[in-house]
């Protein structure tokens, strides 16, 4: 089997179709394309690489993990808006008419009109400083006779700073839900790899099992061959009366059977056709759904350097189901540092500055803001929680930590189990390979010595047919062990988490 190289399979979905409903006319039309695919005899040739291709190339499963991390994405991007600054513009107009309560008003039916126009920026910082900076503007105008300008203008830049002292305060604690989005995405990314994974291992294992069943059909279809080639020869005897009716009757009886097998094994073997034809989504393709698939790539004995220790090490390094948890744990760090901050009191100080101007335009107020005309103040907040529920929910995480403690032990205890049985089978395999091969090389020199003796009247029918079937047994037994080690490597590569490795497969963004 040729060694297979796959460099830099991109899966990049930034761009989906989803399709509308599906056109009547398009459909027939792809009907029409499938039938008369069917009915032309094609035969597809295809190797590992290919089967692997094929397999990613409109996988269902991996295309709806593939939206998660666009997801996780999105979700990152709404965390950190907490931190964007939020623009902000006011226009009102105010007109207010009513009976004089003083002389000062000028008046005994007053009316005073006010528009303000303010504008502003706030947001916060990520350790949980808030910020606001104003502009307000206002023009007053009123049947008071004794305002100096009327209308008149004023104008105010303004900031307020607010920072919180206790609860609230620090960058973890602000940037938490940014940090638990992020690694939300990189769970969701190793979910992603560990289902990519799984359909490479599935359809490789397909593409093996395929090739067992050609060769027991071959396998069978010769061992027919070899009972008609021995009927023709007992015919030929029993014409002569070298041998009995029973012989004859027997070898007949043989053939008979094995054809039986050989039909068997050909609906096995239309079966793991389709088994792999469905893995690598070909039964989608109108052109090549109903073509007889040829493979190319053989299953071959390689010895693999296969040791526990070096195996688990990889399996805790590369294992997307094992990085993800520990991801896991990182969050729920997170969550309770959080829980814990909100246990503290609010102390929040506040302060803000601001310069007015005031004249009779705006242009005269604007050009009078200055620090002759201050305006600021300065204050704390205290708030102190009464009730148990803040208490309840940081318990609540801190026993969601030891959950998923006791679930990453476990899941750790079970890599350990699961490489390990991995390897040994695989090593266990090998040496079945080994011993196949010498007992169908044993069991070809004894049927070969067998049918010298059967020519020379030495061996009867019965026991040559017997040595047919030890043969053709010996000769599957190695092939089924040569596919099973095969397989069982890939089993290993999976749970080392190394399928992408082995199969020089890159996942880019």
Known sequence: MKKFIIIGILFIFNNFCFAAIEDPRQAEMEKTIFMAAGAQDRTLRIGLVDCILYCMKNNSEILIKRIEPKLKEDDVKVAQSDFEPTFDAELNLHDNTKIATSTLEGAKRFNSRELNINAAVSGKLVTGTEYNVELLNQR?????????????????PKITITQPLFKGFGVLVNKADIMIAKNDQLVSEKSFKDTVMDAISKAK?????????????????????????????????YDKGLISSVDLLETEAAAAEREKAMLSSEASLKRAEDDLKLITNLVDDPEVWNAKIELIDQ????????ELLKSLQEAFVYRPDYQAARVDLQNRDIRIKVAKNA???????????????????????????????????????????????????????????TQALLSFKRLEQNIILDVRDKVRLAKTQYRQVEVARLSKDKETENYEAQKERYAAGQVSTHDILDYQDKLAQAELDYFKALVDYNVALIDLDKSQGLTLVKNNIKIEE
Request: net charge neutral.
């Open 299 to 306: 299953p071959e004995l390689r010895q693999e350097d296969v």
């Open 343 to 401: 246990l503290l009191p609010t102390i929040d100080l506040s302060g803000s500055l601001g310069l007015n101007g005031l004249g009779k335009n705006y242009r005269n107020a604007v050009e009078k803001v200055n620090s002759n005309y201050p305006d600021w103040g300065v204050g704390v907040k205290f708030s102190l929680p009464w009730g148990t529920g803040d208490r309840a929910k940081y318990d609540q995480k801190k026993l969601e930590k």
């Open 205 to 237: 294992t397909a593409y093996y099992n395929y090739t067992f069943y050609l060769e027991k059909y071959s396998i069978d279809k010769l061992s027919l061959q070899r009972a008609n080639d021995l009927l023709k020869i007992n015919k030929a005897r």
């Open 140 to 156: 007053y105008e009123s049947d008071s006779s004794y305002q100096i300008y009327n209308p008149y203008y004023t104008s105010e």
